[in-house]
């Protein structure tokens, strides 16, 4: 039974990642039509630095996602402390209602979103998208962070004020240091969970300004080229530093919290 089951483990890990291998292969052979044996290369990279749309759609998908981080962070930080350390009416149907977003399919969210904002005046574009990304990393931030406040010991506060800190002080100087991994670690995730978002995204983008995903796509529809290996390949590596460092920070975060 343990052979048949690693053997089984195996094989889901091979399903999931021997494409994705197969993809960097790819991207790094000279053939356009993928013949093999495969000959080293770096033609694909070298072709995407001209490509126009892919690389637009690229500095699009970065802009927004830094932005989507800088705004969802700091807003969803202070929510998860507000629910965390405030009593306050509404508290617990609060807390419920940051799980739906996570939970409905996002063809919905998207299709809800591009009603609403044609309905108000906001219409499409980048800063249609803006607010879409915003509005979905939100309650992943607030878990996130909400998650690591769990692990600190509130009376740290309680004691620093009375041996004469402020609130103020006795926060800044004690339960930041020891939230900040939780804080990072929530805008690493909403950082990349901007920039892997399709669906919110191709409803709200016009044409000629899309995100990478939404131009990956598109791209496929017209005729596969390489390029789009090539940008893949670059933007896994990205997504996989980040998640390493997002996984090391929410460790960090739990063994701090824990002393």
Do not use: C
Not at 91 to 108: E, T
Not at 219 to 239: D, H, Q
Request: charged content about 10%.
């Amino acid at each position: 039974m343990i052979a048949l089951g690693r053997t089984y483990l195996l094989a889901i890990i091979a399903f999931l990642y021997l494409p994705i291998a197969v993809m960097i292969a790819m991207a790094f052979n000279d053939s356009a039509l993928y013949t093999l044996p495969i000959q080293p290369s770096l033609r694909w990279f070298a072709a995407l630095a001209s490509d126009a749309p892919l690389l637009s759609a690229t500095r699009n998908s970065l802009l927004i996602a830094a932005a989507t981080s800088a705004i969802a962070t700091p807003l969803g930080a202070m929510a998860a402390l507000a629910l965390e350390r405030k009593q306050f009416r509404g508290r617990s149907l609060l807390r419920l209602l940051l799980l739906p977003p996570i939970a409905i399919p996002w063809l919905i969210i998207g299709t809800a979103m591009l009603v609403f904002f044609f309905w108000t005046g906001i219409g499409r574009g980048l800063h249609a998208l803006l607010i879409g990304h915003v509005a979905l990393a939100i309650p992943y931030v607030v878990l996130i962070v909400g998650a690591g406040l769990q692990t600190l010991r509130a009376d740290l506060e309680e004691a620093a004020m009375s041996l004469g800190s402020t609130p103020i002080h006795a926060f800044f100087s004690i339960t930041l240091p020891l939230w900040l991994p939780s804080v990072v670690a929530a805008a690493l995730f909403a950082f990349a969970v901007s920039l892997d978002q399709f669906v919110i995204s191709y409803f709200l983008s016009t044409p000629g300004v899309s995100t990478l995903p939404v131009e990956i796509y598109a791209s496929i529809r017209k005729g596969f080229t390489p390029e789009i290996n090539a940008i893949s390949t670059i933007f896994l590596a990205v997504s996989s530093a980040l998640i390493l460092i997002f996984a090391q920070l929410s460790q960090l975060g739990g063994k701090r919290g824990s002393r």
